[in-house]
């Protein structure tokens, strides 16, 4: 790297360069904290929705929970619900060995009630049981005809159950089939501490199995699955697991109980254990949590009474929440979750815990629309999108601007080169104009013969000097656009003839003999004589003077159907590739020339090349370095 470039363009690029980044940089940081504000104030905005978003949520769980409050009230004021609870929901009295329900069907089980210290009505006497056990069959029989069988529904279907059994027992398959059935007619009357519609149907479950009738074993038991889970039957918490366990025992699937009616029927069961452990339960809500779900109670007790409202994680999610805001999620005062979508860790939410609501859940409001965030999404998109549209004009026109102020500087060079180049060629003909002008005019020359031969210096150095101004006058006029052209029809080949044998008694040929080579046909081109003229001598001159180790020029003419090709050749320096473009600009000079001090001023190729294209034609370039250099002037030939 030269010590010129380091002082010029190349330090200007620097500074440039620095300037734009600093202005790149500062761009970059305006608009991030642009956006950090904007993140900052639509994160503000949505704190502020959440909490008011969560009080609003909390005032409006209030009033539901006071609403159904109010019903429990009514209900154990009046003993009768005010209005049907709902769907996964029950409103339920205790009493001292009883438990009344509304609606009914909603529980898979009963509580198990406190024994009574009475024997029901219409049982046998204990003479009459003894009896029983002693003959069975007989005393089923007996039993059918005991008067007691026509007043208690119970008997008869105990009687029906034994002599069912006995049939099964001798094999009897059908006459125990009927028997069973009878038994199952009769619905709720207790059988063995179950209903006798349940026992009826285990009892031809065992006849299916002895008959090993597993078609319709599976059907009965997937009925009877049907049957208790429908609710419709009151058991006990044993007698549930044992049919259960029968039906699932023949039909796997039938084990999928209903998760909203065990979650009520464990949360009725759960009730009940503490109102009959003598827990005070006067007012209250809870959420209890159940191997179903959670389950909200409410309740109100008094004396021997308690009056309680349950409902089940639907109908909590139905009415509970359906008119508060999507992103709520309820948990327990423990954390375990009740309601709403599960967020992942992290999200931001306004919270409201149980404690200080009053209500039986934790109260969580999440983002759940993001329209802020969708709208700061869009502006960050438009803001980056404007600062990389505003980045990219920046360096674009900066880019633009550095090439323009390098390539000024360039032209300014060049120029400079130029001054420098002319004032060099006008100085040194000057200068012998001087000198023996002077010697003329002091009559220092007496010798005629040397007279003769300053008078033609002067005369040489003065066209010299005329060309020089001419060629400068010229290329003024080709920038200007004001040179005319006098177009006339010319032989190519006799003017390149004529003119390199002129070029030849130049003094710029410096004894260098051309070789012109011509088509043997007629090239005939419309031209302007002296323009063309002035493109041979251009080149001759450039041909001779990167040529000092060769004193010969060739010079060929052909022509063909696109035009007429003149190729000047010569043997000299040669020029590099990357050169050869630019050779045709103004004011340009090769390398080549200025490191072997060969004079010019650097417009003889701009002015040809631009002479050629005047006439509908061209001029380019093959060189390479040290084996010379070959232009080729391409000129359309006359259309006759």
């Keep these: 790297m030269t010590p010129e470039l380091l002082r010029g363009p190349f330090q200007l690029r620097l500074v440039f360069l620095a300037t734009m980044s600093l202005l790149a940089g500062t761009l970059g940081w305006l608009g991030w904290r642009l956006l950090q504000q904007d993140q900052q104030l639509s994160a503000q905005r949505m704190a502020e929705r959440r909490e008011a978003a969560a009080d ?11 609403a159904i409050d109010q019903d429990v009230a009514r209900l154990l004021a009046a003993g009768e619900p005010p209005k049907e609870a709902g769907d996964s929901a029950l409103f339920l009295e205790f009493r001292p060995g009883t438990i009344r329900i509304w609606p009914q069907g909603q529980l898979l089980y009963l509580p198990d009630l406190a024994p009574s210290s009475e024997p029901p009505a219409g049982l046998f006497t204990t003479a009459d049981q003894l009896e029983f056990q002693k003959h069975d069959y007989l005393g089923a029989i007996a039993a059918l005809r005991h008067p007691a069988a026509s007043s208690d529904p119970a008997v008869r279907a105990a009687a029906l159950a034994r002599i069912a059994r006995n049939y099964r027992n001798a094999a009897q398959f059908r006459e125990s089939l009927q028997y069973y059935q009878q038994v199952a007619s009769l619905g709720v009357i207790p059988v063995a501490g179950m209903p006798a519609a349940l026992a009826g149907a285990l009892g031809e479950m065992a006849v299916f199995e002895r008959q090993n009738d597993r078609a319709s074993l599976r059907t009965t038991a997937a009925a009877l699955a049907r049957e208790l889970y429908s609710g419709r039957w009151p058991v006990t918490l044993a007698t549930y697991h044992y049919v259960v366990q029968e039906a699932v025992r023949w039909v796997p699937e039938a084990g999928h109980e209903p998760a909203q009616a065990m979650a009520l029927t464990e949360a009725v069961e759960r009730l009940w254990e503490q109102w009959h452990a003598g827990a005070a339960l006067l007012v209250g809500r809870a959420s ?10 409410v309740w109100r007790g008094s004396g021997s009474r308690l009056a309680a409202f349950v409902a089940g994680p639907d109908f909590l999610e139905k009415q509970g929440t359906a008119s508060q805001p999507p992103g709520l999620v309820l948990t327990s005062p423990d954390g375990r979750h009740v309601l709403g979508k599960q967020t992942a860790p992290g999200q931001r939410s306004a919270i409201r815990l149980a404690s200080a609501t009053q209500l039986p ?9 993001d329209t802020d965030f969708t709208a700061f999404r869009s502006r960050r998109a438009l803001l980056i999108a404007a600062m990389a549209i505003l980045l990219v004009m920046i360096v674009t026109g900066g880019w633009f601007i550095g090439h323009a102020v390098a390539r000024e500087l360039a032209v300014a060079r060049l120029q400079s080169d130029f001054v420098s180049a002319v004032s060099h060629e006008f100085r040194t003909p000057l200068t012998t104009l001087c000198q023996l002008s002077e010697l003329l005019k002091r009559g220092r020359v007496a010798n005629e013969q040397d007279k003769q031969a300053y008078y ?19 290329f003024g006029r080709l920038e200007a656009g004001r040179m005319r052209f006098r177009l006339e029809s010319l032989d190519t080949g006799e003017l390149v003839r004529q003119s390199a044998a002129e070029f030849a008694q130049a003094q710029q040929a410096a004894g260098h003999c051309f070789d012109v080579e011509t088509a043997s046909t007629s090239s005939v081109v ?17 041909a001779v003077k990167y ?26 320096v040669g020029i590099p590739r990357h050169e050869q473009r630019r050779i045709f600009e103004k004011f340009v000079r090769g390398s080549a020339a200025r490191e072997s001090n060969i004079r010019g001023t650097g417009i003889g190729l701009a002015m040809a090349r631009q002479l050629v294209r005047a006439h509908g034609g061209d001029i380019t370039v093959e060189s390479e370095p040290g084996q010379g250099s070959t232009f080729r002037v391409l000129l359309p030939v006359k259309r006759t």
């Design 56 to 66: 609003l949520a909390v005032a409006a769980l209030d009033r539901w929970l006071a």
């Design 288 to 297: 209890a949590e159940t191997s179903a779900g959670s389950v909200l109670s």
């Design 361 to 369: 859940w934790n109260l969580l409001v999440f983002d759940a629309n």
């Design 456 to 474: 033609d210096l002067l005369h040489g150095e003065s066209h010299r000097l005329w060309r020089l101004v001419e060629g400068l006058l010229n």
């Design 526 to 542: 419309q031209a302007d004589r002296e323009a063309l003229r002035c493109v041979l001598w251009n080149l001759f001159e450039n």
């Design 547 to 572: 040529s000092p180790d060769c004193d010969s020029v060739r010079v060929m003419v052909a022509g063909n159907a696109q035009g007429v090709e003149i190729a000047v050749r010569d043997q000299g």
